[in-house]
Nanobody
Framework: QVQFEESGGGLVQSGGSLTLSCTASVHIYMVHGMGWYRQAPGKQREMVAVIKRYGDTRIADSVKGRFSISRDTYQNTVSLEMNDLQPEDTANYLC??????????WGQGTQVTVSA
């Protein structure tokens, strides 16, 4: 029932910036957390940044100080501003939703590629 609209990925040189946007548009109720995960080839999916319903934010250590997350709870939208991108940030970035029943949902993702 959940649909995601994800955008903002692309190719950027080291040190560049991108902003990802996501809207969860179908049957999203009692949403607790929204944010972004990423998965690179040969690696496990990992949390990048999640902002909870009332504003508490989790940021991965690997991106802390470079990435920031924002959310509109009523619109079910979340954005990720990525600055000073590095090659190790290259991955498929997946929009994420968690609800109060403990269910997790991920979108198909948008590709971010950072050249050295």
């Amino acid at each position: 029932q959940v649909q995601f609209e994800e955008s903002g990925g692309g190719l950027v040189q080291s040190g560049g910036s991108l902003t990802l946007s996501c809207t969860a548009s179908v049957h999203i109720y009692m949403v607790h957390g929204m944010g972004w995960y990423r998965q690179a080839p040969g690696k496990q999916r990992e949390m990048v940044a999640v902002i909870k319903r009332y504003g508490d934010t989790r940021i991965a250590d690997s991106v802390k100080g470079r990435f920031s997350i924002s959310r509109d709870t009523y619109q079910n939208t979340v954005s990720l501003e990525m600055n000073d991108l590095q090659p190790e940030d290259t991955a498929n970035y997946l929009c994420y939703v968690n609800n109060f029943n403990g269910n997790d949902y991920w979108g198909q993702g948008t590709q971010v590629t950072v050249s050295a």
